[in-house]
């Protein structure tokens, strides 16, 4: 399912858009901080892995084949600051299904910011590439993550616990899925 979608995408606050090379410093800016680590599979990370990040993210803009991901930044219309990141992964072409993720700096924390681009990402899975179920999945612990998937009509699915090992320690993991027919009934479409 070859998908290259329109850019940018625009909501009513925000504008999900390509990164460019010159978007390393507002990601080191979210990415170095434990507080937004603390429940991401990775570490903190340094300006260097900033930097090779963006610059794979850079042509991380559309579906060619399974595992291709799409990670857009988040800006906010007024005033164009960079504010976060949303992704969506392709996760089977077979059965059409995909992940979102998505990360805000906690300065933008409390806005709505992370719910409203899931949901212009959610609008781009299921009426642009043609998916049939998005998940997303979050630590247990992860309350504002699992806030967001239910603001945005995700069903809990599932609550694993101890199903693998994050940083060397068992998980709990919450899975939140919507299908295509979910979407289109939902008061957001
Ligand atoms: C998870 C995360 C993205 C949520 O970001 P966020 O922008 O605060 O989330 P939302 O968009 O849902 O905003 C929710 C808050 O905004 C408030 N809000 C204000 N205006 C709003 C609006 N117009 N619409 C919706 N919510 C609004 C809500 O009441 C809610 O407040 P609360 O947290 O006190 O209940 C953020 O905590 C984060 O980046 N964490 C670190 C990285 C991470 O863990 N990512 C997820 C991995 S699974």
Redesign the pocket.
């Known amino acids: 399912m070859p998908f290259l979608p329109d850019y940018p995408i625009e909501t009513e606050r925000l504008r999900l858009r390509p990164f460019t090379r010159g978007d390393v410093d507002a990601v080191f800016a ?1 990415r170095r901080r434990e ?6 599979f990775d570490e903190p990370m340094t300006r260097e892995s900033c930097a090779e990040a963006v610059q794979a993210r850079v042509r991380q803009i559309g579906f060619d084949k399974e595992g291709d991901k799409i990670f857009l930044a988040i800006e906010r219309l007024d005033g164009l600051a960079m504010i ?1 990141e949303v992704s969506l992964i392709l996760r089977s072409v077979e059965a059409r299904q995909g992940e979102l ?6 300065e ?11 949901r212009a990402v959610l609008a781009m899975g299921f009426e642009g590439a043609g998916m049939h179920r998005i998940y ?4 247990a612990r ?1 309350l ?2 699992a ?2 998937m239910e ?1 945005l009509g995700m069903r809990r699915e599932a609550h694993f616990r101890e199903h693998m090992l994050v940083k060397g320690a068992w998980d709990e993991e919450l899975i939140y899925a919507m299908l295509e027919q979910e979407w289109r009934a939902s008061p957001d479409t």
């Open positions: 979210y507080d937004v680590a603390r429940f991401l976060g993720g998505y990360i805000v700096h906690p933008y924390h409390g806005f709505g910011y992370a719910t409203e681009a899931g997303a999945r979050c630590d992860n504002a993550s806030g967001v603001r």
